[in-house]
């Protein structure tokens, strides 16, 4: 489950850098990266992923919300938003993508592990589409 491959799309290069650091140090070993849409489209056409961690505010002509809809669509992706914005408004927004879990900033490195464990587990259980 901890090879199990995850794009992790995240503008900010400090939150890049502590989800790497933290996530690799908990065991995980599949992990791709990219700061904006473009980049994210391009890791997951070369790579299929099981889980996208993707921040809701990204830089670029396409934010997280409309990246989380087209993978949703083509791919089936499940989504796991982050933000630092927890206000009720953009939870909403967000919800009516259909992801699989919604985790604020500053991150809980923890609480995110955890998140992503139970997450690959139902995929693996075949819950999550």
């Known amino acids: 489950m901890l090879s199990s491959p995850i794009l992790i799309v995240e503008d900010d290069h400090i939150s ?3 989800l790497r650091t933290y996530l690799t140090r908990s065991g995980f070993t599949n992990l791709h990266f990219a700061t904006n849409a473009d980049e ?3 890791v997951l056409a070369e790579h299929p992923v099981a889980l996208l961690l993707l921040d809701v505010f990204i830089d670029g002509s396409v934010n997280g919300l409309d ?3 087209m993978v ?3 791919y089936g992706t499940p989504i796991i938003f982050t933000t630092a914005n927890s206000d009720r408004i953009t939870y ?3 919800q009516k993508v259909g992801p699989a879990d919604f985790i604020t900033k500053p991150y809980d490195i923890e609480e995110v592990t955890q998140i992503i464990v139970r997450i690959l587990g ?8």
Do not use: S
């Not at 139902?122 to 589409?129: A, L, N, Q, R, S």
């Open 67 to 69: 990246l989380a809809e």
């Open 92 to 94: 909403e927004k967000a």
């Open 16 to 18: 890049q850098l502590v």
């Open 122 to 129: 139902e995929i693996k259980g075949g819950e999550v589409k």
């Open 72 to 74: 949703k669509e083509k």
């Open 40 to 42: 994210a489209l391009l």
